[in-house]
T-cell receptor, first 115, second 114 residues
Framework: SQQGEEDPQALSIQEGENATMNCSYK?????LQWYRQNSGRGLVHLIL?????REKHSGRLRVTLDTSKKSSSLLITASRAADTASYFC???????????????FGQGTILTVHP | DAGVTQSPTHLIKTRGQQVTLRCSPK?????VSWYQQALGQGPQFIFQ???????QRGNFPDRFSGHQFPNYSSELNVNALLLGDSALYLC?????????????FGSGTRLTVV
């Protein structure tokens, strides 16, 4: 079953605009990760935020995490045509302190950035 | 530095056949996970291998099996293929079992069952 639910399912913007994608999840997590996927190819890891963190930045990316609302958001600032891709959030289940690499993905947000 | 390598890139099989997909993890990585991604969906976890043992398994039937070799490479085997097994199969590697990292994914194998 999919734990993460991304919103919106699709987002279309112009180059230079900001893009915000949201993710909700259902169970307690150790961390939440965001990945990008271009045209049905492999996933690229963007950023990992741990459950005790509220905000994290990486270049033009900003991720927030609200564990009380079980939600996260990914903001891409000053978007470029090359940012066109599907974006997935994934939660990492940890049992007894051990991560088993069992990432649970949402269905993704399809971002289209028009030149 | 080579990332995760998967082969073949595309494969067409007939219902009832068996298939083997291969994965070489990123250099320095010893843990391999496999995911199935149906069209328009997010990836779903199949299983994870470390030290040549299956450590965790997702909700997949026994038709899905795997193996990890001493050089950390891995195979995914699917028996008695069904049309519903058509998907992109992704391999992901990480540098330390039991630790939570961002995973490195391969480009996947596109399996079509006809």
């Amino acid at each position: 079953s999919q734990q993460g639910e991304e919103d919106p399912q699709a987002l279309s913007i112009q180059e230079g605009e900001n893009a915000t994608m949201n993710c909700s999840y259902k169970t307690s997590i150790n961390n939440l990760q965001w990945y990008r996927q271009n045209s049905g190819r492999g996933l690229v890891h963007l950023i990992l935020i741990r459950s005790n963190e509220r905000e994290k930045h990486s270049g033009r990316l900003r991720v927030t995490l609200d564990t009380s609302k079980k939600s996260s958001s990914l903001l891409i600032t000053a978007s470029r045509a090359a940012d066109t891709a599907s974006y997935f959030c994934a939660t990492d289940a940890v049992a007894g302190g051990t991560s088993y690499g069992k990432l649970t993905f949402g269905q993704g947000t399809i971002l289209t950035v028009h030149p | 530095d080579a990332g995760v390598t998967q082969s073949p890139t595309h494969l067409i099989k007939t219902r009832g056949q068996q298939v083997t997909l291969r994965c070489s993890p990123k250099s320095g990585h010893d843990t391999v996970s496999w995911y199935q991604q149906a069209l328009g969906q997010g990836p779903q976890f199949i299983f994870q291998y470390y030290e040549e043992e299956e450590r965790q398994r997702g909700n997949f039937p026994d038709r899905f099996s795997g193996h990890q070799f001493p050089n950390y490479s891995s195979e995914l085997n699917v028996n008695a293929l069904l049309l519903g097994d058509s998907a992109l199969y992704l391999c992901a590697s990480s540098p330390a079992f039991g630790k939570s990292y961002g995973y490195t994914f391969g480009s996947g194998t596109r399996l079509t069952v006809v």
